[in-house]
């Protein structure tokens, strides 16, 4: 939650930052991985990258897998996404879950 809740902070006085709870996001989560063609592994990778925030090597450590094959399923992740960092990955999801909860004009 470390990414998500910082993602709302502002440097506004007597702002308090809203604790999005994580069983929300599951929706948003899934319509975002049909949009791009996500496998269920990138998904849960995706997950964590913007939940948590955390660096590749404790993302991996955190499933179980090598440092190699997370950056593996960050490159085909970025890919199908058209997008060239991590950081630019989080910024399309949190631009998609905009777009999907504000109304259109």
Do not use: W
């Amino acid at each position: 939650m470390r990414m998500l809740n910082s993602y709302f902070t502002t440097d506004a006085p007597n702002y308090e930052a809203p604790n999005v709870p994580v069983s929300l996001l599951h929706p948003l989560f899934m319509s975002f991985a049909k949009s791009y063609r996500l496998t269920p592994r990138e998904t849960q990778v995706m997950r964590i990258l913007v939940i948590e925030g955390m660096r590749n090597d404790d993302i991996a450590a955190q499933m179980h897998i090598s440092p190699k094959t997370l950056k593996n399923h960050l490159a085909c992740m970025m890919k199908k996404t058209n997008t060239y960092s991590s950081r630019s990955l989080q910024a399309l999801f949190f631009n998609f879950v905009l777009r999907s909860l504000l109304p259109t004009a």
